[in-house]
């Protein structure tokens, strides 16, 4: 049952691109470059790092192949330029890097809690101009984290830090874009 609840979250997780790459497309969206490129460097590393712990699901996998492609769309379709903070956020990648090198297990925690930092330009984005985000896409990848902790195995760093990680992400994102406060909202409950 567990590994289909894990086939299920690769499914959700790689359908989500669908919108969110038509979105790019129809240019409703510009991905944040820092973002995606943090999310399929370090995904890329937490897959190997899985990999060598006999940990991998599908959800990693969907992961892998998606923010891959989405690297590419956003350095055509996506914000121009790089901040410091982006350059930061790269930085803590490289170092997830070179700790797989030292233990997987570490290089899981290091890599996973530098996605989640690197989420923060996005978070922003999205924080500032949710409209700019593809709702669709982003219900598809929070849906597949559901199934994803399902399909958790064994409560171990190996196999449930990625998806716990995703699913705070994704949380963040769905009340980002479907329940946080707008300014309009908050001066209709002032009216008596």
């Known amino acids: 049952m567990k590994e289909a609840f894990s086939v299920l979250a ?3 997780f790689i359908a989500a691109f669908i919108p969110y790459v038509r979105a790019i ?29 006999h940990a991998v699901n ?3 996998i969907a992961a892998v192949l998606g923010a891959s492609t989405i690297v590419f769309l956003s350095l055509r379709f996506g914000e121009s330029g790089w901040t410091k903070l982006d350059k930061l956020y790269l930085g803590g990648a490289a170092v997830g890097i070179g700790l797989y090198f030292y233990s997987p ?7 996973l809690f530098t996605v989640f930092i690197g989420s923060f330009p996005t978070f922003t984005r999205a924080w500032k101009n949710p409209e700019n985000e593809d709702r669709l896409a982003w219900s598809l990848w929070w849906l597949s984290c559901v199934a994803a902790l399902i399909a958790v195995p064994q409560w171990t760093i190996a196999d449930a830090a990625q998806p716990l990680t995703f699913t705070v992400i994704e949380s963040v994102m ?6 946080k406060p707008t300014p309009n909202s908050q001066s209709k409950k002032e009216k008596p």
């Open 10 to 12: 690769g499914i959700l």
């Open 25 to 53: 497309l129809r240019k409703e969206t510009r991905p944040a470059k820092a973002s995606w490129l943090i999310w399929a460097t370090l995904d890329t590393v937490t897959l190997v790092d899985m990999h060598a712990k």
């Open 58 to 60: 599908g959800q990693i």
């Open 105 to 111: 297990l570490l290089s899981i925690a290091a890599s």
């Open 174 to 179: 769905v009340f980002i874009l479907f329940i």
